[in-house]
């Protein structure tokens, strides 16, 4: 079995740590862009092989005049110098996504999305009220109608018309019902119940892959749907006495933990640094079992 076989191993798994923790450290803060993502890792973990590559090859190479020797040192040294220095910075990058995961708790509580499932209900509690409270105007308006004349004619009641004054109520309840629940309702509350258990599932499962992109798109759509609701509620009946409805999500600064990585000194940081350093060493295992080539001449003259 070739010697360098186990090194090389090392290596690849030092290679791919490097690799995972640079792509998902920058999809964090990249918020979810893979392309942007991939390419930084991959340039940071080929320039990482091929810097230890390079130091393996200058060890170990044959060398036979005093010259090429020192030629071989000189570029294993400055190899293994840029290796240490690229590869320690990296680790500014790589350790972030294991803080982000290690601050899992923390986003799910800043975030707190399950506040969501108040949305719907708190509408549906406001259109009750409102329907209840015109209905409740109507019949003063018609029971008063007396001592109170004009108040007929503000909620838009047509005293002329043959038409009944508890036609015309029912049929103004029905209307403001109308407003209230139009005919998108159903479809918008059906799509509004499956994306917050869509949401809660995303936050509470934490996937670093799909996380950091749809972290950052549930305050968004959660924005949206409450714009949604409010619009129904803009509409209002000739008379009636009523606020439009009102709700309003409150998210923690979660974006900041995804995309902010110049914490180096936080004690969830170390945990990243040590795993990055191992993976780097894994990297030079086959530089560390390399032995040194000594077969060198003097150059004659």
Known sequence: MNRYIIPKIFCALGALTIFLGVFFSELNITLGNFLISGFI???VTTILLLLAILAFNMKTAHKKRIRKTIKCKTVEIISIVLFAIIGISSLLIFNHCITVWLRAG??????NVRQLENMLPEYENYANQRIANYESQLKDAI?????QPSELTNLG???NSPEALEIQKTRKIEKLKQVVRPHIYKNLTDTI???ITKFISIVENFSPITAP???TRIEQWAKYYEQQLINFSHYKMKGENAEDFHFE???GDVENILTDYTDYYLPQRFTGYLIGI???????FPYFWGNRSIKITKNKH
């Open 41 to 43: 890792a991959i340039v």
């Open 106 to 111: 923390e986003i799910k509580e800043k975030l």
């Open 143 to 147: 029971l008063y109608k007396k001592m």
């Open 157 to 159: 009641f047509d005293t």
């Open 193 to 195: 119940n499956a994306d």
């Open 213 to 215: 992109k749809n972290i």
């Open 249 to 251: 999500s409150a998210f």
């Open 278 to 284: 191992i993976a780097l060493i894994c990297m030079l």
